[in-house]
């Protein structure tokens, strides 16, 4: 009997820690009646993480196809070598399935894609090409590939954009206005956190070790309160400047450092607050993720992260500033009763950034 749900695959970067891959893997979750989700990796992960994301695929009996080239970090030469290959093995996945859908997250994705139907244009005759632009800011160092890739994306219709701040940047680059679907997060069972030290305010920082997070901010503020005894900072995560972190951090007392932390959102109901200095987001799934805990985000007011947040949120910082950072730490975090906070935040996100309503919206484009 022929299968009469409509397949959609999921094209992500890595099974890995990603808020790209967190959204694909949710909208898979979906259990809405007549459709069939699959999730496709480019570039083949081996951390650890990897088999923790296998093992949730299968629980929720998502259907997984791993990709070929091996993740190696140097100069994004395997994973342009990944995007550009795809085509050559997907096309059999293709022709197996015959999606009605490919979704595709983050830049190298969306080169695999436009690769795939640049090598097989007429496949696009009974396919949907879906896009969500996850950033404010695409394609460093590729522009004029970035150019040619967003104009098989606006041709198709395809566009999404997960914040105001994404569509905003993206319409002004690129001279198109997407439509807006959000990121929905759910709430996760919470279980203690082994780190935690009682007597002080626990501040927790998880993401990447890149610029883009603001890593040079971190280090500032949790220098500064070094010898500050109300508070401890956990710094989670890894990237190219977990040496400098190191250098800086390894030695101060108020500080532990860790790499990233499989299942980290059932720990987030452990912590006082996040510390997020980002220097822009595409829409944080972070910040989402602890506000659905109740746990306060201390945010620099950039794109992509202001948005997480009410209006009025005190804990916002504008343009990283240390001296805003100091006050929201001695004036704030030092005094506030948390809970009354946290219970604002949980509010708004619940409201706003819901799973089901992120589902449901997606799969009206589906069609």
């Known amino acids: 009997m022929q299968n009469k749900k409509k397949r959609v695959f999921h094209i992500v970067s890595h099974f890995d820690v990603g808020g790209a891959e967190r959204v694909a893997v949710n909208i ?19 951390s650890a993480f990897t088999k923790v994301f296998i093992k949730e695929l299968e629980d ?7 990709g070929l080239v091996p993740e190696v970090h140097f100069h994004y030469l395997f994973e342009r070598l990944a995007a550009v290959t795809f085509p050559l093995w997907f096309i059999f996945l293709f022709l197996r399935y015959r999606p009605a859908v490919i979704h595709s997250h983050t830049e190298m994705p969306d080169l695999a894609i436009y690769s795939f139907f640049k090598m097989f244009p ?4 009974g396919c949907k090409v879906v896009r969500t632009i996850h950033n404010t800011q695409l394609w460093t160092g590729l522009k004029k590939t970035g150019m040619k890739v967003e104009k ?21 680059e690129y001279h198109q206005t997407a439509p807006i679907i959000y990121n929905g997060v759910a709430p996760s069972t919470q279980k203690p956190f082994d780190g935690i030290v009682e007597g002080k305010k626990n ?21 500064r309160l070094s010898g500050d005894g ?18 800086k951090l390894g030695g101060l007392p108020n500080v532990s450092l860790r790499g990233p932390i499989h299942g980290l959102p059932a720990y987030l109901s452990s912590f006082d607050y996040l510390l997020m200095p980002s220097v822009f987001e ?11 805990e109740a746990l306060p985000v201390i945010a620099n007011s950039c794109p992509g992260l202001r948005d997480t947040l009410p209006d009025d949120w005190p804990l916002k910082v504008s343009g990283n500033s240390i001296d805003a950072y100091m006050h929201i730490f001695n004036d704030i975090v030092a005094k506030e009763d948390k809970s009354r906070l946290g219970c604002i935040a949980r509010d708004f996100a619940a409201a706003k950034f819901g799973v089901r309503q992120m589902q449901t919206s997606y799969e009206k484009v589906y069609g």
């Open 28 to 46: 898979a979750k979906s259990q809405t009646e007549g459709f069939e989700y699959h999730v496709v990796e480019l570039i083949r992960a081996h």
């Open 122 to 125: 007429t496949l696009l005759r």
């Open 152 to 172: 098989f994306f606006i041709r198709n219709n395809s566009n999404i954009a997960i914040s105001v701040a994404v569509r905003d940047n993206y319409t002004a």
């Open 203 to 223: 501040i927790l920082f998880a993401g990447r070790l890149e610029p883009q997070k603001g890593i040079d901010v971190l280090v500032e503020i949790i220098s």
């Open 282 to 292: 595409g829409l944080s799934i972070m910040s989402l993720e602890a506000s659905m």
């Open 60 to 66: 929720a009996g998502i259907k997984y196809h791993r």
């Open 230 to 247: 109300r508070f401890f900072f956990h710094v989670v995560g890894d990237g190219s400047m977990h040496a400098f972190v190191q250098s």
